[in-house]
T-cell receptor, first 116, second 110 residues
Framework: GAVVSQHPSRVICKSGTSVKIECRSLDFQATTMFWYRQFPKQSLMLMAT?????????EQGVEKDKFLINHASLTLSTLTVTSAHPEDSSFYICSAGDRVLPDTQYFGPGTRLTVL | QKEVEQDPGPLSVPEGAIVSLNCTYS??????FMWYRQYSRKGPELLMY????GNKEDGRFTAQVDKSSKYISLFIRDSQPSDSATYLCAMKQAGTALIFGKGTTLSVSS
């Protein structure tokens, strides 16, 4: 089956620092990648959609200057949380749309960010 | 009204029971319907994928979509303790991102 990896799986950082999270599709090409955020016992909230080689599309209420998304290749997208604050602590999950089956999304294992 | 409604539970059943999970939705343009399973602190795992209406079966899992009623279901037969997880329904139009339900927490006791 399609595999999506995320790195790191867990990160703890100080307030004011920036954190980069990588999302890779390991055995398929993903023209579209999605970034979600999930709070405890809540569902996944879409943050942004990124297409390879173009700017990401952010959902309403998501600050694009705070959550920088780069989708440099068909297998890699990165999310950088800039100047992180404790309220940014959350579970961040990426998903990738299969190029062959574009309406199927496979999810990564998630990254737990804790900002002190 | 939210686009996708799902009862968060929790739902507790004994091992071997048949489990029924459901979602309703309001957007008649949704064409793709999925069920994901999510274990604690893990990413969602795709269980079932259905295009348009109808039934789909995979082992102990059966997904049903009734577009006329805007209602989808996931049935789990012979439930096992390892099925204990949160089940998320999700749906979308072509070319758009998935919209998720809140998820139903299922606990199967041995």
């Amino acid at each position: 089956g399609a595999v999506v990896s995320q790195h790191p799986s867990r990160v703890i950082c100080k307030s004011g620092t920036s954190v980069k999270i990588e999302c890779r599709s390991l055995d398929f090409q993903a023209t579209t990648m999605f970034w979600y955020r999930q709070f405890p016992k809540q569902s996944l909230m879409l943050m942004a959609t990124s297409n390879e080689g173009s700017k990401a599309t952010y959902e309403q209420g998501v600050e694009k200057d705070k959550f920088l998304i780069n989708h440099a290749s068909l297998t890699l997208s990165t999310l950088t949380v800039t100047s992180a604050h404790p309220e940014d602590s959350s579970f961040y999950i990426c998903s990738a749309g299969d190029r062959v089956l574009p309406d199927t999304q496979y999810f990564g294992p998630g990254t737990r960010l804790t900002v002190l | 009204q939210k686009e996708v409604e799902q009862d968060p539970g929790p739902l507790s059943v004994p091992e071997g029971a048949i489990v029924s999970l459901n979602c309703t939705y309001s957007n008649s343009a949704f064409q793709y319907f999925m069920w994901y399973r999510q274990y604690s602190r893990k990413g969602p795992e795709l269980l079932m994928y259905t295009y348009s209406s109808g039934n789909k079966e995979d082992g102990r899992f059966t997904a049903q979509v009734d577009k006329s009623s805007k209602y989808i279901s996931l049935f789990i037969r012979d439930s096992q303790p390892s099925d204990s997880a949160t089940y998320l329904c999700a749906m979308k139009q072509a070319g758009t991102a998935l919209i998720f339900g809140k998820g139903t927490t299922l606990s199967v006791s041995s």
